[in-house]
């Protein structure tokens, strides 16, 4: 009979021989001062990934979340199953979309740097994600952006000028002033209010979306998300409620590779793809060219004809690339090879239509420079517009009592009192 002192002691042994543990710490492909390198990113041939029927089931579609969905191929043309054959108008209309959003912020960028507002964040080399997205959805179904999806209210045709006011927090801010810079809120153009806090619109849009189905509508849901807030509570909750509850919404994750000053190792990109997260869920998953404004188009639609064909909802990664700092509190250069945006492999989405749009003859090199002229003049001078109402340090642009409006329908009495007693105080100190 075995010793139990003598198998413990021989267990004992034998841990001591075990190599120790440790723990793996994702690193970025290149640092500051070293070559970038993404040669180890596999990038398919453009016709590579197949089109299955809008209602099939997730399972059956299991390798979309693990490859790429791709239209425009090394020479601008579009081919594979997924190219949507768009007309010439809607490809003209894509372009200068998506050029009018980088004029806007080259911009924005500009008057911060000005001092005229605080804080702004560019989109840059991400355009295709909002604008074809919002082309291939429908007028009156309900965006919930983050904070750079822009494009879909510039592709919406919703003016300038009233965002520039949200931006400077001027008296023509139809917000008031309540809201940070570039956190817009446009119900008319279904464009829910951005919030700075990471993930909140994504249960947000799920629950919007299983609403417009509780209520017999027709209208679906579509959010957007950055790589790194896969990792909040609120993405996992909203993707089990949207499997269990098939709600009819589309969910984007926008992985451009940088969370602030963390690449997307440290969200899970080394071990998987963010479209496999869909996987787990039962959920439908598409990885997408999101440089390539066409199978960004195409991908949409699909997953929008999926939603309304009560089939479910579907959770669309866009493999894109932030040109830019995070924002203009952000120095990328501290953290990230200087050459990265010029090495990135899958392009620049303006350059990469106009190339398209050019093959087919409906454009020139010659109109697309006139229509970056026409569109930087158009901005500038709606930007001085919007200067008028007011910009950052020019003191209170709203009523100080507007302050304590807009909360409830009626003012309670106890809102009154304190609304009165701050007026009191700025009267007596002579403000």
């Given at each position: 009979?075995?010793?139990p002192h003598?198998?413990?002691?021989?267990?004992g042994?034998?841990?001591?021989?075990?190599p120790?543990?440790r723990?793996h710490?994702?690193?970025p492909?290149?640092r500051p001062?070293?070559?970038?390198?993404?040669?180890?990113f596999?990038?398919?041939?453009?016709d590579?990934?197949?089109r299955p029927?809008e209602?099939a089931?997730p399972?059956?579609?299991?390798?979309?979340a693990?490859?790429?969905?791709?239209?425009?191929?090394?020479e601008?043309?579009?081919?594979?199953q997924?190219?949507p054959n768009?007309?010439?108008?809607?490809?003209?209309?894509m372009?200068?979309?998506?050029?009018?959003?980088?004029a806007?912020?080259?911009r924005?960028?500009r008057?911060?740097?000005?001092?005229?507002?605080?804080?702004?964040m560019?989109?840059t080399?991400?355009?295709?994600?909002?604008?074809?997205?919002?082309l291939?959805?429908?007028r009156?179904?309900?965006c919930?952006?983050?904070?750079?999806q822009?494009g879909i209210?510039?592709?919406r045709?919703?003016?300038?000028?009233?965002?520039?006011?949200?931006?400077?927090?001027?008296k023509?801010d139809r917000?008031?002033?309540r809201?940070?810079?570039?956190m817009?809120?446009a119900?008319?153009?279904?464009?829910?209010?951005?919030?700075?806090?990471l993930?909140?619109?994504?249960?947000?849009?799920?629950?919007w979306?299983?609403?417009?189905?509780?209520?017999g509508?027709?209208r679906?849901?579509?959010?957007?998300?950055g790589?790194g807030s896969?990792?909040e509570?609120?993405?996992?909750s909203?993707?089990?409620?949207?499997?269990v509850?098939?709600?009819p919404?589309?969910?984007?994750?926008?992985n451009?590779?940088?969370a602030?000053?963390s690449f997307?190792?440290f969200?899970g990109?080394?071990?998987?793809?963010f479209a496999?997260r869909?996987v787990?869920?039962?959920?439908?998953?598409?990885?997408?060219d999101g440089?390539?404004v066409?199978?960004v188009?195409?991908?949409t639609r699909?997953a929008?004809?999926r939603?309304r064909?009560?089939?479910?909802?579907?959770?669309?990664?866009?493999f894109?690339?932030r040109?830019?700092?995070?924002?203009?509190s952000d120095?990328?250069?501290?953290?990230?090879?200087?050459e990265?945006s010029?090495l990135?492999p899958?392009?620049?989405p303006?350059?990469?239509l106009k190339?398209?749009?050019?093959?087919?003859?409906i454009?020139d090199?010659?109109r697309?420079?006139?229509?970056?002229?026409?569109?930087?003049?158009?901005?500038?001078?709606?930007a001085?517009?919007?200067?008028?109402n007011?910009?950052?340090?020019?003191?209170l642009h709203?009523p100080?009592e507007s302050?304590?409006?807009d909360?409830?329908?009626?003012m309670?009495?106890?809102?009154?009192?304190?609304?009165?007693?701050?007026?009191?105080?700025?009267?007596?100190?002579?403000?």
């Amino acid at each position: 009979m075995t010793d139990p002192h003598d198998s413990a002691r021989l267990q004992g042994e034998a841990g001591r021989n075990l190599p120790p543990l440790r723990l793996h710490v994702p690193e970025p492909p290149a640092r500051p001062g070293e070559s970038a390198d993404f040669t180890h990113f596999d990038i398919p041939a453009a016709d590579a990934a197949p089109r299955p029927d809008e209602t099939a089931q997730p399972a059956t579609m299991r390798d979309l979340a693990y490859g790429l969905v791709r239209v425009l191929d090394e020479e601008g043309a579009a081919v594979g199953q997924w190219n949507p054959n768009l007309p010439p108008e809607t490809l003209l209309r894509m372009l200068r979309a998506m050029a009018l959003t980088r004029a806007f912020d080259a911009r924005m960028f500009r008057a911060q740097r000005q001092g005229k507002t605080s804080f702004y964040m560019k989109s840059t080399g991400e355009e295709a994600v909002s604008i074809g997205a919002a082309l291939a959805l429908d007028r009156d179904d309900m965006c919930f952006p983050s904070y750079r999806q822009q494009g879909i209210l510039i592709a919406r045709d919703w003016p300038i000028i009233d965002m520039m006011n949200q931006i400077y927090s001027n008296k023509g801010d139809r917000l008031k002033g309540r809201q940070l810079p570039i956190m817009y809120s446009a119900r008319e153009a279904g464009f829910f209010s951005i919030s700075g806090n990471l993930t909140t619109q994504y249960p947000q849009a799920v629950g919007w979306a299983m609403a417009s189905a509780a209520r017999g509508d027709t209208r679906i849901a579509a959010t957007w998300c950055g790589e790194g807030s896969t990792a909040e509570g609120d993405f996992h909750s909203a993707c089990t409620f949207a499997s269990v509850y098939r709600a009819p919404v589309i969910m984007n994750v926008v992985n451009n590779q940088w969370a602030i000053s963390s690449f997307s190792g440290f969200a899970g990109a080394e071990a998987t793809t963010f479209a496999a997260r869909a996987v787990g869920y039962g959920i439908a998953g598409l990885r997408v060219d999101g440089n390539d404004v066409l199978a960004v188009y195409a991908a949409t639609r699909w997953a929008a004809d999926r939603a309304r064909a009560n089939a479910g909802p579907t959770l669309i990664e866009h493999f894109t690339y932030r040109v830019e700092g995070h924002s203009t509190s952000d120095d990328p250069t501290a953290y990230r090879s200087a050459e990265e945006s010029s090495l990135w492999p899958l392009g620049d989405p303006i350059a990469r239509l106009k190339q398209h749009c050019i093959g087919l003859g409906i454009w020139d090199e010659d109109r697309h420079a006139a229509m970056d002229k026409d569109l930087a003049e158009m901005v500038r001078d709606a930007a001085r517009e919007a200067e008028k109402n007011g910009i950052l340090g020019h003191g209170l642009h709203h009523p100080m009592e507007s302050m304590f409006e807009d909360v409830f329908e009626d003012m309670p009495w106890h809102l009154k009192e304190q609304q009165q007693q701050m007026l009191d105080e700025w009267k007596a100190a002579g403000l």
